[in-house]
């Protein structure tokens, strides 16, 4: 199969469980139509081939990127402006996506970063509580909850035979060492190497982004 049948199956079945604790709601934009619809779109125009690839995995989706749009580290902005995919959604961006196309575009364009990798998130699907977004590890009942579902996606995503040499984990120090301590146990990849989150970095480290695009594309290169 081509890679963009593999990731579209992944999404579309993906099984999480029914129910999460203390008022946290699953964010699942793939089941809806239109969201799904994009995400092929955008998936046949990348990944219409058979080419090995690595992965980034960032923590998990938040609802202004990749809860829109349903590709990861892309809001609808991006979702035209830099890959020229058609959408419904409103021509919003989110501060993650401008500094991952930054470096996208550093790198040499879409084109050439998605021939190259994949970025997915250790949980494929996000999490709201109260109207916000919440990580996977910010609380301890959810993180028990989900950590099968957690190692399930990974070993699927291990299954389309992505590169084991080395895993690009964005965003941080507790996402960096939950995946250490799944990989302990599972042996997916050789190498995990980190880099800060990118909303981190707009956040609080904006005069320093061309450093931080530079350390990007060290890794990438």
């Not at 969201?35 to 955008?42: A, L, N, P, R, S």
């Not at 401008?98 to 949980?123: D, H, L, T």
């Not at 909303?199 to 982004?209: D, E, P, S």
């Amino acid at each position: 199969m081509l890679w963009s049948e593999d990731i579209l199956s992944f999404y579309k079945n993906l099984n999480p469980p029914q129910k999460l604790p203390n008022g946290i709601q699953w964010l699942y934009p793939q089941k809806e139509e239109v969201v799904i619809g994009v995400v092929k779109q955008f998936l046949q125009k990348f990944y219409s081939d058979k080419k090995e690839r690595k992965l980034f995995l960032g923590i998990n989706p938040g609802r202004f990127g990749a809860g829109v749009t349903g590709v990861n580290f892309t809001a609808a902005k991006q979702l035209t402006e830099d890959c020229g995919i058609a959408h419904p959604f409103k021509m919003k961006s989110e501060l993650s996506a401008e500094f991952i196309y930054e470096v996208i575009r550093a790198y040499g364009g879409p084109e050439i970063f998605y021939s190259n990798y994949f970025i997915g998130s250790v949980c494929p699907l996000g999490f709201i509580k109260a109207g916000k977004n919440i990580n996977y590890y910010d609380d301890k009942d959810l993180l028990k909850t989900v950590e099968r579902f957690i190692t399930g996606s990974i070993n699927q995503l291990m299954m389309m035979n992505f590169s084991n040499d080395v895993c690009i984990c964005i965003g941080g120090e507790k996402n960096f060492k939950y995946l250490l301590s799944l990989n302990e146990k599972n042996q997916w990849f050789k190498q995990i190497v980190s880099l800060p989150h990118p909303r981190f970095i707009m956040q609080y480290k904006r005069k320093q982004k061309e450093d931080y695009i530079k350390t990007y594309l060290k890794i990438l290169n």
